[in-house]
């Protein structure tokens, strides 16, 4: 539950939405009803992102603000627009495929006033889904976790309430599709601003989903390697100077069990991709520290 209620909150709600038209007009409909009730002041911005089934039609006449993108460009561009039009400081963002029961955003508002990105952390059968789908999805987050070195529960729900002026300046990694809501909840957790997971239901989506699992699981591994080298180079290269090292152990305790020269070469390969592995991790952490410094 929430520590406390901001009634003189200022929100901006975004939706991004891809042919969404049987059910965003209930989501600005709910959103409304909410935050009616919680806020002094909110606007509702919904992001058509190249939609073809009238989804932008049907949320200005439900008497939200609408974005059209001629063109689809992505779930996180989607965001970053209704960010960059948005007139308040706060801004919050859910899914319009009614996933997200958006009664839960009440949640979040009444932790405004102590934290600066309050995450609507996803439980339940329809978050951790078939046995397969929960390993995958808890082998992301434990990656995401060792990205930043603290727990995560829940790194990209659609359910957020964060500070427009922090979101447009988030850096330096950007991504403009599904991994946008990863990309900032990593970027937030190492730039050391204070993060709140809240927990929330989370439900069957109506309509088809827009996830691609192949195309989306290897651009958020690329995102997170980027991260990693933006904000803690060293940890992502002593990483990978674990295998060289342990290759090389294993092969200098064959060199002196039988004294064989080609377990000597291997010995010296492995060694020497290890030291150059966190040789290569000093240097880009020396210059990324030097470009804080500048």
Not at 190 to 198: A, D, Q
């Amino acid at each position: 539950m929430p520590v406390s209620t901001r009634r003189d909150i200022k929100i901006s709600a975004v939706l991004p939405a891809l042919n969404e038209a049987a059910s965003v007009a209930g989501v600005v409909a709910s959103i409304r009803d909410v935050l009616s009730g919680f806020v002094s002041e909110f606007e509702i911005i919904v992001v058509d992102d190249g939609s073809d089934d009238g989804t932008g039609e049907t949320a200005a006449k439900a008497g939200a603000t609408v974005l059209r993108h001629a063109a689809n460009k992505g779930y996180g561009r989607a965001l970053m627009s209704g960010i960059e039009a948005a007139k308040h400081d706060w801004i919050l963002t859910i899914d319009a495929d009614e996933s997200y029961p958006v009664s839960e955003a009440a949640n979040l508002i009444g932790f405004a006033s102590d934290f600066d990105l309050i995450i609507g952390s996803r439980t339940g059968i329809h978050f951790w889904g078939s046995p397969f789908h929960a390993l995958l999805r808890w082998l992301y987050l434990r990656m995401a976790s060792f990205v930043v070195g603290e727990p995560i529960p829940d790194a990209n729900s659609g359910l957020r309430l964060f500070r427009r002026q922090l979101a447009l300046g988030i850096g330096p990694v950007r991504c403009f599709g599904y991994s946008y809501s990863t990309t900032m909840t990593l970027s937030f957790l190492h730039e050391r601003r204070s993060v709140k997971f809240v927990p929330i239901s989370f439900q069957e989506r109506r309509g088809k989903s827009k996830v691609k699992p192949v195309r989306d699981i290897l651009r958020t591994l690329q995102l997170m390697i980027e991260i990693m080298i933006a904000y803690n180079p060293l940890k992502l290269f002593v990483t990978l100077a674990m295998l060289p090292t342990l290759a090389g152990l294993a092969a200098s305790a064959a060199f002196i069990s039988t004294w064989r020269p080609d377990w000597a070469l291997c010995a010296l390969v492995g060694w020497s991709a290890a030291g150059l592995c966190f040789i290569s991790g000093c240097l880009l952490d020396s210059l990324r520290l030097w470009n804080y410094e500048r």
